[in-house]
């Protein structure tokens, strides 16, 4: 009887180990769970859009400045970032979709955005300007575009924006480039897009066209994140301003913009 209760006691004492074994195995899967979750950084952009992203034949990985200073975000927070090509019209439902983390693709931080996504602190400044053919005399402002014909990237906010001028007919196009080989087929008058773009379009030896001086816009551009995921945009805000604070988002800046003299 005696021995009957302690093998009783000692069964009952080691079920109990065994249970509280099996609560902190769970304790570490979870945890090493969470961590994997934070290993790899999905990014995405629409690779066509120099200097921010765009594939150099020579190279590998994705280059420009977005590129860049998304690895180098992906550093300050310890996880790899993996980068994908989805069209810019596509980046936004994928993030919904929960398909990819951050988007980072020149994208502007705008109000009709913010109802769908989160972004982090404003990382770049940019604008709209125009580029129409170097013979043509007739459109120098944005006013002269009334009744034309503008080619511009889908889903952009060049799109929005030449929607509201008068008359105008609004060419949506998958790719600046393809907008600019409108423009030099002489199928269309201007092209709208923003400025930078344009700017190293023509610094890159792109010919027969020229960029107009005036602004349409001021644009802030912002790295996109799931609106369910405020954590995350804390993360991406603390690396932005790690890598301003340390000199790296300068380093990459100049490596793209400043060095670019001439
Ligand atoms: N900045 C523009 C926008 O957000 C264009 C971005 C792009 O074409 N990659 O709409």
Do not use: H
């Not at 093998?7 to 249970?19: D, E, G, V, W």
């Not at 998958?174 to 709208?192: H, Q, R, Y």
């Amino acid at each position: 009887m005696k021995l009957k209760k302690i093998l009783c006691a000692l069964t009952a004492a080691l079920m109990a180990m065994s249970l509280l074994a099996g609560c902190g195995g769970e304790k570490k899967a979870a945890d090493s769970e969470a961590k994997n979750e934070m290993k790899v950084l999905r990014a995405a952009a629409s690779v066509d859009f120099a200097p921010f992203e765009f594939q150099d034949e020579t190279k590998k990985e994705y280059q420009g400045f977005d590129m860049d200073l998304i690895r180098a975000v992906g550093k300050e927070m310890g996880v790899k970032v993996e980068i994908s090509n989805i069209t810019f019209d596509g980046l936004i439902p994928a993030l919904e979709a929960g398909n990819i983390d951050v988007i980072i693709s020149g994208m502007t931080i705008n109000d009709t955005r913010k109802k769908k996504v989160l972004f982090s602190d404003p990382y770049y400044e940019s604008g709209l300007t125009m580029v129409v053919t170097a013979g043509n005399d007739t459109i120098k402002t944005f006013k002269d575009l009334e009744g034309k014909k503008i080619a511009v990237q889908i889903g952009t906010t060049s799109a929005s924006e030449c929607r509201k001028i008068k008359d105008a007919q609004v060419i949506e196009l998958d790719t600046p480039s393809i907008c600019f080989m409108e423009l030099k087929a002489g199928n269309v008058d201007a092209v709208v897009n923003d400025r930078p773009v344009n700017d190293y379009f023509i610094s890159q030896g792109f010919d027969g066209v020229k960029t107009l001086p005036e602004r349409l816009t001021a644009e802030d551009y912002g790295i996109a994140i799931n609106k369910n995921n405020p954590e995350l945009q804390k993360k991406v805000n603390a690396a932005l301003k790690k890598l301003k604070d340390n000199g790296e988002y300068k380093k990459i800046f100049d490596k793209w913009f400043a060095a670019k003299k001439g």
